[in-house]
C-alpha cells in the first residue's frame, strides 16, 4: 500500500486567505496551508512504500535527537563539525544510501590526501621543492629537474626521509599542503575570501605535479572512482582541465590522450564494478584566460565533443569566479558551437558568489543566456528572480555544494544556505561535492549530509532524499535511454537500502 500525497484543495486555501485577520483561524484551514507547503518541497509530492514509511519515521526520530545536540553540525564550520558528523546515526544511513550520481566534482580533488601522500609521494623518483610562498611542488623525474623559478633546489623524497628522523611529521608537513582541512581554528587560519582561496590555489599547484604524472593519473582517476563508489554513488560528470600528463623521461601527451585515458579507465573501473554506471567529462578551462585563448579552447573542446561523443559530456570554465572573467567577456567564443551548428553543452559554474550587483554576479543570466545545461553553485539565485524563473520552467539544474560554499565562505551556518529555499520550492537541485578532498570530505555523504539536515531541518524527509537522487540521475547528461537504464539500477539498489534499513 502506499500513500498519495495529496495537493490542498485550492478553495481551502483560497477561504483560509480570506478568513485570514478575521477571527481565530480555523485549525483546518491552517493545516491545509501546512500541507501546501510540505507538497510543495523537494519529494513532497513523492509517493512514499509502505517500507519507505517507516524508514521515514526511524529517520524523523533520529533527526529530532540530533537536532536537540548541544552542538548541530550544520550550524557549524565543517573542519569542526566532522567528527560530530561522524558519529551521526543519520550520517551512515546516508553512506549507505544510493545516491545517484555526483554532478559536480573536480579533477584533482577527487581523492584524500591522505593517498597521496603515503602512496603516491612514496614511489620512486618523486621529487619536492619548497616555494617562498610556503607552499610545496612536486615533479617525477629520471633525472634530476631543472630548477623552478622561486622554488628551493630539487630534493628526492625518497632521500628526504632516509635522512628525516621523524617521517611522520614530514609527511604531515605536505598533507597539510595538499588540503584546506585543518585541525586548527577554521575561521582564524582562513579569515577572508581571499585568504582560502589563496590558499586554495595553492593547494591545486602542489597537486599539479603529483597527479600529471601518467602512472599517478591513471591511479589516481581510478582510486576517485573508488571512493565515490564506496560511497554508494554509480555515476559522476567530472569537470577536467585535461592537462598535459607527462612522463618520467619529460615527455608529454596531448588533451585527447588524456580525454581517451579517463574514458580507458571508466570502462575498466565499469567492467570491474557491474552496479557503477559510469563518468563522463566536462572538459575545463580556468577563467583567467584571455578570449583569443577562450575561443582557441572552445573550439578544441567542440573537436573532442566531435571524437568522444559518449564520454564528453560538454565544457565550463573553472577558477574563482569574482577574480576571473565574467561569461559575458568570452560570449563570441562561447557563441561559437551554435553558430556553427556544433554541439557542446555548457555547464557553467555561475552565481558562486556574494558580490551582488557586479558584472560577475550576472554570469547567471548569462549562462541560461547562453543555454547552460546546468548551473555550478548558483548561491546567488535568489537575488535573480528572472534567472531562477527560467532555471525551473526550463529544468536548469542547480548543482549545490553545501561544504564547498561554506569552507569558501559564501555561509556560516548552513540552515541559511539559499537551496534551503530552493528545496521548499522543489526548485530543480542535485546535491554534490566539488572538490571533496580539498575540504576533508570524500563522496556525497558530507554534503547530503549538510543538506538534508541543514537545509530542510525536521521537514526534510525520506522522499528529499529520494527526489535528490532521482535528480541527479534526471538531470545528467547521460541520454533519455541511459537515464531510464540508470534509474531502473538506481531503483533496484534504493529498494534494496529501504528494505534493510526500515526496522
Ligand atoms: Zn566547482
Redesign the pocket.
Known sequence: MSVQPQRPHAAVVFLCLLACGLAIPDPRQREALIQLEAFMQTGGQMVLTDAEQRLDTLLLKIKQEETAREHFPPAMHFFRARDLIRTSPIFSLLQKMPKGGAL?V?DFSMVDAEWLVKNVTYRPHCYMCWTDSQSIRFIFSSQQPKPLPRCSSWALLENLRAKTINTTDLDDSIMRNLTLFTDQDPEATYPSQDVVWDKFEQIFLALWGLVTYAPVFRDYFYQGLTQFYTDNVMYLEL?ALLPEVYELDGSTHDRAWTLKAYQDITRQFTAEHQDFFGARIIVTIHRGVNASVMTEAVKEAMKLKKDFPDFMAGFDM?GREDRGRPLWYFREALSLPAEKGVSLPFFF?AGETDLEGTEVDQNLLDALLLNTSRI??GFALLHHPVAKDLSRKRGVAVEV?PI?NQVLKLVKDLRNHPAAALMSENHPVVISS??PALFGTSGLSYDFYEAFVGFGGIKSHVGSLKQLAMNSIRYSSLTAQQQEKAMDEWQRRWNKFVSENHF
Open positions: 559536480h573536480h569537470r573553472v559554474h555550478g553553485h555544494c564547498s566539488d572538490d
